[in-house]
C-alpha cells in the first residue's frame, strides 16, 4: 500500500473515530467533549492502529479516560464498519497524545518572557508586520 493511501487511510479513520466516539459516548458519564483525536497511525497491513487522543482538563483522570476507551474500543470499531469499507479492519490501540499540551507551555513561556522582557520582542513583531 502506497503512503499516499495510507495517509488518507489515517485521516479518515481519524475523522470516523472521533464522530463515533461522540456518538457512543454522549449519553454516559464520560466526556466526550474533552476528547480530540489528534492523529491515527495505521500499520501498512491495516491490522492495527494507534489513535492518538488528548484530553482537554480531567489532569488527575487521563488514564482512566485512555482505559475506558481502550475497553469499549469494540464498540467503535461496530460504529466505524457500518461507514468504513476496508480489507482488514484495524485493531485500536488509544494512546494520550500530551503534544498539545507541550505547544501550550511553550507558547506560555514565550508569552511570560515577552512580559518580562518587551524590548526584546519589539523588533520581532516589527518584522513580522514587514512580511505581510
Do not use: W
Not at 3 to 18: G, Q, S, W
Not at 41 to 67: K, P, T, Y
Not at 93 to 106: K, N, P, Q, T, Y
Request: net charge neutral; with cysteine.
Amino acid at each position: 500500500m502506497g503512503t499516499p493511501r495510507l495517509v488518507r487511510v489515517n485521516e479518515l479513520l481519524k475523522r470516523e473515530i472521533a464522530e463515533d466516539i461522540h456518538r457512543n459516548f454522549s449519553l454516559s458519564d464520560f466526556d466526550c467533549g474533552s476528547v480530540t483525536v489528534t492523529r491515527v497511525e495505521c500499520a501498512s497491513d491495516l491490522r492495527d492502529a494507534n489513535v492518538f487522543v488528548s484530553i482537554f482538563g480531567h489532569e488527575q483522570e487521563r488514564n482512566r479516560m485512555i482505559g475506558h476507551l481502550n475497553r469499549h474500543r469494540q464498540e467503535i470499531v461496530r460504529l466505524m464498519i457500518k461507514r468504513v469499507k476496508l480489507k482488514y479492519t484495524p485493531r485500536l490501540h488509544f494512546v494520550l497524545d500530551e503534544s498539545i499540551e507541550g505547544g501550550d507551555r511553550v507558547l506560555s513561556m514565550l508569552a511570560e518572557m515577552e512580559r518580562k522582557n518587551p524590548e526584546a520582542f519589539k523588533d520581532d513583531k516589527k518584522n513580522d508586520e514587514l512580511e505581510q
